[in-house]
């Protein structure tokens, strides 16, 4: 079994900054892409950032030159950095992550509890 466990979240105003952190546990062989989803109130959960064993990332259109994503393969941790901050950012972030947990397994998507991001005006 994997676990994600997401840090970082909190309420902070218009312009400012947060860092998310989510570190994978348990049984872990390889991990292809991690990546943050956001799910704002009464709307679907969409992708933020992806980021790719390799150090490829991608980005949605809403977050370019504000977020950024980042990992630590050898602590199999995700990073969210998030600088000017807008209201329309509020929502809940989801850590999620594909893992391999062993040779000839396959891969299968994790998600974490999710984090409070609240950006006030």
């Known amino acids: 079994q994997v676990q994600l466990a997401e840090s970082g979240g909190g309420l902070v105003q218009a312009g400012g900054s947060l860092r998310l952190s989510c570190a994978a546990s348990?049984?872990?062989?390889?991990?292809?892409?991690m990546a943050w989803y956001r799910q704002a109130p009464g709307k679907e959960r969409e992708l933020a950032a992806l980021?790719?064993?390799?150090?490829?990332?991608n980005y949605a259109d809403s977050v370019k030159g504000r977020f950024t994503i980042s990992r630590d393969n050898g602590k199999n941790t995700v990073y969210l950095q998030m600088n000017s901050l807008k209201p329309e950012d509020t929502g809940v972030y989801y850590c999620?992550?594909?893992?391999?947990?062993?040779?000839?397994?396959?891969?299968?998507?994790?998600w974490g509890q999710g984090t409070q991001v609240t950006v006030s005006s």
């Open positions: 999620n992550a594909n893992v391999n947990p062993g040779y000839g397994l396959g891969y299968n998507d994790y």
């Open positions: 348990g049984s872990i062989w390889n991990i292809r892409t």
């Open positions: 980021i790719i064993s390799g150090g490829s990332t």
